[in-house]
């Protein structure tokens, strides 16, 4: 079965860096759009980022100049580059992609187990 696996969540002061990655593996026909969501305690999830295969990144306005999104499509990864960072990104990451297992088959909606980032002084 398919998986999603991040990384790189941690604790970071105001104003540093973070990068998460997330590495998918299993039977993997294709890939399209890949993603990452965020969910801060008592808050709904919200999309933070999108890149597809082959079109222009998209973020939510409030990450806008300071989280990049990329991915590398021959290791079926995809990455969140986090600079600038305030309390407020404070949340579990998500990773999410949607797979196409079989030639035949439909792209699906898979996600990662999560990923916590704390942003404090």
């Known amino acids: 079965q398919v998986q999603l696996v991040e990384s790189g969540g941690g604790l970071v002061q105001p104003g540093g860096s973070l990068r998460l990655s997330c590495a998918a593996s299993g039977r993997i026909f294709s890939i399209s759009a890949m993603g990452w969501y965020r969910q801060a305690p008592g808050e709904q999830r919200e999309l933070v980022a999108t890149i597809p295969s082959g079109g222009s990144t998209n973020y939510v306005d409030s990450v806008k100049g300071r989280f990049t999104i990329s991915r590398d499509n021959a290791k079926n990864t995809v990455s969140l580059q986090m600079n600038s960072l305030k309390p407020e990104d404070t949340a579990v990451y998500y990773c999410?992609?949607?797979?196409?297992?079989?030639?035949?088959?439909?792209?699906?909606?898979?996600w990662g187990q999560g990923t916590q980032v704390t942003v404090s002084s």
């Open positions: 999410n992609a949607q797979i196409k297992k079989n030639w035949g088959g439909r792209f699906d909606d898979y």
